[in-house]
């Protein structure tokens, strides 16, 4: 019953697609950027990195496209900035 799952799973994976510069520019959204190297982070503006390097460019993508302001770094992961659930007061 595992490789049923397994290969299910694998199949799910490859159906998906990243997100794009245009897409979500459209939602309003930004881009989060970390440096893996020295931990810096930080939110560029989706509209302006659209206009750069057009609305089908992968979000996951625009990191090698970036160097870290702070160390210098070319290790820079990209995501869409989310809309967090903001500060959780306690888990209960």
């Given at each position: ?86 500060q ?5």
């Open positions: 019953m595992a490789g049923v799952k397994r290969r299910a799973l694998a199949q799910e994976e490859g159906r998906r697609e990243a997100a794009t510069l245009g897409e979500i520019a459209a939602q309003g959204l930004g881009v989060f950027c970390w440096c893996n190297r020295c931990g810096r982070n930080a939110v560029l503006a989706s509209d302006r990195l659209t206009a750069a390097l057009g609305g089908d460019f992968p979000v996951p993508e625009v990191g090698a496209r970036l160097r870290c302001s702070d160390c210098g770094a070319k290790d820079i992961a990209t995501r869409p900035d989310w809309p967090g659930l903001g959780v007061a306690r888990h209960g």
